[in-house]
């Protein structure tokens, strides 16, 4: 999984207060999905971004959950007032774009709410 | 609605035998399919893809194998050997929804030595 950065690996978060997870993209990629695995299932589709750009949020709960690729840095997903139900692994994936384009994956950020 | 299901949760396999994996979709507008290894604690990793204009890639020890009509799609290891033992996912996008990828539920595969 070389190329997608994501930090941090691992993040503890109590009830109520806010998550912030980063995305570095492959180099030359400029087109970043994030998905999120509950236990024992498997990844869903949250939001897919270009740079400065929301392309499809589709997946995304409609509440406190919230995504930016800014020009300039990482992708962040931010998630507000964190519950039980959020924890999970969250994956970003970058992909060059265009049709045909497999996406690569980092490891994932484990967020475990207290 | 899971519009991409891997119905076998777990396969066990002798080491130097076939492996088989498949998957099964119903969405008729997926035109890409993708496979991806995991293992724990690591993010997956791209395996092998196919496109909806062919019926078989290969790629080494891995084969994909396209069924359009049966909606189907199956994974081919072989020889199988312990280092392949991870959690396999079968992936589908529709080229005009983004590109974004449907992920089935994964099948567990361990290759005995």
């Known amino acids: 999984n070389a190329g997608v950065m994501q930090n941090p690996r691992h993040l503890v978060r109590r009830r109520g207060q806010e998550a912030r997870l980063r995305c570095s993209p492959m180099?030359?990629?400029?087109?970043v999905y994030w998905y999120r695995q509950l236990p024992e299932e498997g990844l869903k589709f949250m939001v897919y971004?270009?740079?400065?750009?929301?392309?499809?949020e589709s997946g995304m709960p409609k509440e406190r959950f919230s995504a930016e690729f800014p020009k300039e840095g990482p992708s962040i997903l931010r998630i507000q007032q964190v519950v039980r139900g959020d924890s999970a692994a969250y994956f970003c994936?970058?992909?060059?774009?265009?049709?045909?384009?497999?996406?690569?994956f980092g490891d994932g950020t484990r967020l475990s709410i207290l | 609605d899971q519009q991409v299901k891997q119905n076998s949760p777990s396969l066990s396999v002798q080491e130097g035998r076939i492996s088989i994996l498949n998957c099964d979709y119903t969405?008729?507008?997926?035109?890409?399919f993708l496979w991806y290894k995991k293992y724990p604690a690591e993010g997956p990793t791209f395996l092998i893809s196919?496109?909806?204009?062919?019926d078989k890639n290969e790629d080494g020890r891995f084969t994909v194998f396209l069924n359009k009509s049966a909606k189907h799609l199956s994974l081919h290891i072989v020889p199988s050997q312990p280092g392949d033992s991870a959690v396999y996912f079968c992936?589908?996008?529709?080229?005009?929804?983004?590109?974004?990828?449907?992920f089935g539920g994964g099948t567990r595969l361990m290759v005995k030595p």
């Open positions: 994936a970058s992909s060059p774009g265009g049709w045909n384009q497999p996406q690569h």
């Open positions: 180099k030359g990629h400029s087109h």
């Open positions: 971004l270009q740079k400065e750009n929301i392309i499809d």
């Open positions: 969405n008729s507008m997926f035109d890409y």
């Open positions: 196919i496109s909806s204009i062919k």
């Open positions: 992936a589908a996008s529709a080229g005009n929804a983004g590109n974004m990828l449907t």
